[in-house]
């Protein structure tokens, strides 16, 4: 039986830490959790993420640092609008809003989180870039499992939890 390495169609657990190289800030991380499992080949993950482990096997680590092309892409100034405060009035009945405030907005297309960057008396300015587009991402990861994805796996084009399918 040859060893299986990261590569398309493998299921891959990891347990990862990223921080932010210009402060070292730890904005997601694993540690304490149940390793990460994903699919791939079937951008489960940002494409730097797969790039820099593919090939490796289990119990290898890595650290890399990705440029925001290969993780969440550059910020894009038309995903920011001012919204009219009063759609907010429902809300606003329950909860008070705050600038830094995560929330979601019911799309055409989907649910779509934004973050709440200016508040006025009249308007809320919604920015619907990822928190961490535009900046460069540090990753120190290990692989702890690797498997042949099942055939339903690949069909879906994500991974499936131990138990059988179960969906996220
Ligand atoms: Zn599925």
Same mark, same amino acid.
């Given at each position: 039986?040859?060893?299986?390495?990261?590569?398309? +169609?493998? *299921?891959?657990?990891?347990?990862?830490?990223?921080?932010?190289?210009? !402060?070292?800030?730890?904005? $997601?991380?694993?540690?304490?959790?149940?390793?990460?499992?994903? %699919?791939?080949?079937?951008?489960?993950?940002?494409?730097?993420?797969?790039?820099? /482990?593919?090939?490796?096997?289990?119990?290898?680590?890595?650290?890399?640092? %990705?440029?925001?092309?290969?993780?969440?892409?550059?910020?894009?100034?038309?995903? *920011?609008?001012? /919204?009219?405060?009063? #759609?907010?009035? #429902? %809300?606003?009945?329950?909860?008070?809003?705050?600038?830094?405030? #995560?929330? *979601?907005? #019911?799309?055409? @297309?989907?649910?779509?989180?934004?973050? /709440?960057?200016?508040?006025? +008396?009249?308007?809320?300015?919604? $920015?619907? !870039? @990822?928190?961490?587009?535009?900046?460069?991402?540090?990753?120190?990861?290990?692989? /702890?499992?690797?498997?042949?994805?099942?055939? +339903?796996?690949?069909?879906?084009? @994500?991974?499936?939890?131990?138990?059988?399918?179960?969906? @996220?």
């Amino acid at each position: 039986m040859t060893e299986l390495t990261v590569s398309a +169609d493998i *299921v891959a657990s990891v347990h990862y830490t990223g921080t932010l190289p210009e !402060n070292g800030e730890v904005f $997601d991380s694993s540690e304490g959790r149940e390793p990460l499992s994903f %699919l791939v080949g079937h951008k489960q993950m940002i494409p730097g993420f797969e790039e820099e /482990i593919m090939g490796s096997k289990v119990g290898e680590k890595k650290e890399f640092t %990705l440029t925001s092309e290969r993780a969440y892409g550059d910020r894009d100034d038309e995903a *920011v609008m001012e /919204i009219p405060r009063a #759609q907010f009035a #429902q %809300l606003e009945a329950e909860a008070s809003l705050e600038v830094g405030m #995560q929330l *979601v907005a #019911q799309m055409p @297309h989907g649910p779509s989180p934004f973050t /709440i960057t200016v508040l006025t +008396d009249d308007a809320v300015t919604a $920015d619907f !870039n @990822h928190a961490l587009a535009g900046k460069s991402l540090t990753f120190a990861v290990e692989i /702890i499992e690797l498997r042949e994805a099942t055939d +339903d796996e690949k069909s879906h084009g @994500h991974a499936h939890g131990p138990d059988g399918h179960h969906h @996220h």
